[in-house]
């Protein structure tokens, strides 16, 4: 990994009017939850907070997803409700992020 870069995990949903973006802390543990719901998500996801990429796919700028924009995509706008399905419809990417941008979203309280 290169100097200034850290690992990043993150699942995304195509929907209907948006992308939907969520941060896990690794994809085996997201794999492992969609077959053992016993495991509690705050094992599998880095924070509970959905993100909307504007139509811009996975690489979009990440902004927090409305409550109104939630139901009108999930049928609810329950935080934990919205992940689960992020888990089970979505893609599972892993990359690598520039320290300063995910710097950026710990100071914007986006990810803990």
């Given at each position: 990994m290169a100097r200034g870069e850290?690992?990043?995990t993150k699942i995304h949903y195509k929907g209907k009017d948006d992308d939907?973006?969520?941060f896990i802390d690794d994809a085996k543990?997201?794999?492992e939850w969609k077959t053992d719901k016993s495991i509690p998500?705050?094992?599998v996801v880095s924070a509970f907070k959905i993100f909307v990429t504007h139509?811009?796919?996975a690489q979009g700028t990440l902004d927090g997803a409305s409550h109104s924009t939630l139901d009108n995509?999930?049928?609810t706008h329950v935080d934990e409700e919205v992940i689960k399905q992020i888990i089970?419809?979505?893609?599972?990417q892993e990359g690598e992020i520039k320290v300063r941008e995910h710097d950026n979203y710990l100071?914007?309280?986006f990810i803990t």
């Amino acid at each position: 990994m290169a100097r200034g870069e850290a690992s990043q995990t993150k699942i995304h949903y195509k929907g209907k009017d948006d992308d939907f973006i969520i941060f896990i802390d690794d994809a085996k543990a997201a794999k492992e939850w969609k077959t053992d719901k016993s495991i509690p998500l705050a094992q599998v996801v880095s924070a509970f907070k959905i993100f909307v990429t504007h139509k811009q796919g996975a690489q979009g700028t990440l902004d927090g997803a409305s409550h109104s924009t939630l139901d009108n995509e999930f049928g609810t706008h329950v935080d934990e409700e919205v992940i689960k399905q992020i888990i089970e419809k979505g893609t599972i990417q892993e990359g690598e992020i520039k320290v300063r941008e995910h710097d950026n979203y710990l100071l914007r309280g986006f990810i803990t």
